[in-house]
């Protein structure tokens, strides 16, 4: 997403979070977590570079993958509830989709959420909301994932960013292979433009 597309979006959520208000810092996310091949590298990066990052985590993994889960809260990251099966907000009914936010909160605790795909309808928006959530998008997506991503390709993008943006990286099974160098060459970067990096901003 452009920052304009960011800008239209935020005008029609506004009470979800894009990007880390008034702030010089950017605040580095991970989606679809633990997973055992990809969490224990980016977990090493992140302590080595002194980032303290959110995970938004898959209640099934942490179920499946619990002492990894418990290292990533041990090493000082924030954790936010991304939903028990990951869910499309869009192609899911809002009682299947609240069931598997209320699921992944008897898995583990957390004010935080973030809807798998970006993807959320306005009537469960407002059921997550007043269940007390704050609903944490992204301004900055590294599409990790993808598998036309490249070293190069993401060096030209990692460009983009600027202080007060939410970054988005995947700990899952499609990123294991590559997620290291993508989030060593992020961060290496963001220390020789002296943007330095943050918590997220909660309140
Ligand atoms: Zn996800």
């Not at 977990?43 to 990052?53: D, N, R, T, Y």
């Not at 936010?80 to 598997?100: C, I, M, R």
């Amino acid at each position: 997403m452009n920052r304009v597309t960011i800008r239209i979006l935020r005008s029609l959520f506004p009470k979800w979070i894009w990007f880390n208000d008034h702030s010089e810092g950017v605040t580095v996310t991970f989606d679809d977590g633990p997973h055992p091949d990809a969490t224990p590298i980016v977990l090493e990066i992140l302590k080595k570079h002194q980032v303290q990052a959110v995970f938004f985590c898959v209640g099934k993994s942490v179920e499946k993958y619990p002492a990894l889960f418990q290292q990533i809260v041990r090493e000082g990251h924030l954790v936010g509830n991304h939903t028990y099966h990951h869910e499309n907000g869009w192609l899911t009914d809002a009682q299947t989709y609240l069931a598997s936010v209320d699921r992944c909160a008897s898995v583990f605790e957390s004010r935080l959420f973030r809807p798998p795909y970006g993807k959320l309808p306005g009537f469960t928006t407002q059921k997550i909301l007043s269940r007390g959530y704050k609903i944490v998008l992204w301004s900055w997506f590294s599409y990790d994932f993808h598998p036309k991503m490249t070293l190069k390709k993401l060096n030209k993008r990692i460009q983009n960013i600027s202080g007060g943006d939410i970054l988005v990286f995947h700990d899952n099974a499609k990123t294991a292979g590559k997620i290291g160098d993508y989030l060593e060459l992020t961060l290496s970067n963001l220390v020789l433009r002296k943007i330095p990096t943050q918590p997220l901003n909660t309140t």
